[in-house]
């Protein structure tokens, strides 16, 4: 069997389509969509294995920036870590992992990934440490408000995918403390495959937030400005009567909010960083920056 490693091959329709395939049988999820609407750039690599011209082991990175307690440091994010179950156990996984470390481990302040309980064991091996993440949350009491006008976007409409390509390329960090700076690629993948049904928009404004009522719970997944705005005022916009705690998928600068802070459920979502990072840094990683 004669394998052969390769990448930056999205223009390869062929290798694309066999990336997306093992993608859907994986993990049930698709990247054409984000391709075709050309979302998809330079910055998410695919590193893969192929026999032929069928892809059957992978990881991607990410290249981003990161923002901590007000200093810029590179990091790479692994993801999409998969391999065709006809070629499990030969060791195709460890190679990509060892020559993306090699190619990369001297370029970037950090390297992370996420991983669910399956393969807890299998990144330490690489130099990857166990990272707690912490979200916050409020359960204070929030006034509702017409401050904001929101409609929900049409992933479906280009001039609505445009609205979110340009407020998410020009849009501004929501935390000092930790936050992604050049993520949008992977938001607007979210936005397609994830959250498609949850994006709203107030035009005068420029915002947009994704978010979903679930019961008594308001979940904010991500506020996306171009110019500081206040979070209370966007809160209580969204609120309903009903609802009695809300919670951020993200990090945000406030002060007038109430907020508290757990320990984010990891069975699925485990954070291994390697490099110059702090464990003692109480914060989440954006959800839709995460791949």
């Known amino acids: 069997m004669k394998t052969e490693m390769v990448y930056n091959y999205k223009e390869n329709e062929a290798l694309r389509k066999s990336f997306n395939e093992l993608s859907q049988d994986t993990f049930g999820i698709n990247f054409e969509e984000w391709y075709q609407k050309k979302l998809w750039n330079d910055k998410y690599e695919c590193y893969s294995i192929k026999v032929g011209e069928k892809i059957v082991s992978n990881a991607s990175v990410n290249k981003f920036q990161f923002i901590i307690n007000g200093e810029k440091k590179s990091a790479l994010q692994i993801g999409t870590v998969m391999t065709r179950e006809a070629y499990k156990g030969m060791g195709m996984a460890k190679q990509i992992m060892n020559f993306v470390l ?5 370029e970037y302040d950090i390297i992370y990934l996420f991983a669910n309980n399956s393969v807890r064991e299998f990144y330490p091996k690489f130099g990857f440490e166990k990272i707690k993440q912490f ?9 509702t408000n017409t ?3 929101f409609r929900k976007l049409d992933m479906d409409n280009l001039d609505d995918v445009s609205i979110l390509k340009d407020l998410g390329i020009n849009r501004i960090c929501n935390s000092s403390k930790f936050d992604v700076i050049n993520g949008y690629e992977v938001m ?5 495959n994830v959250f498609r049904d949850n994006i709203y928009y107030d035009e005068s404004e420029k915002i947009i937030v994704i978010y979903a009522i679930n019961g008594h719970v308001l979940n904010i997944r ?7 705005k206040n979070y209370r005022e966007i809160v209580e916009s969204l609120v309903t009567d009903e609802v009695k705690e ?3 998928d993200f990090n945000m600068d406030v002060n007038n909010i109430e907020l508290k802070e757990r320990v984010v459920d990891e069975d699925d979502n485990i954070l291994f960083i390697k490099g110059k990072y702090s464990k003692e840094l109480k914060i989440i990683h954006p959800m839709t920056s995460h791949a």
């Open 135 to 143: 979200q916050i949350y409020s359960t204070e009491k929030f006034e």
């Open 222 to 228: 991500d506020i996306v400005l171009t110019e500081q």
């Open 188 to 192: 607007f993948w979210y936005c397609l």
């Open 246 to 248: 809300v919670s951020f």
């Open 147 to 149: 401050r904001f006008k």
């Open 102 to 106: 090699e190619k990369f481990e001297n």
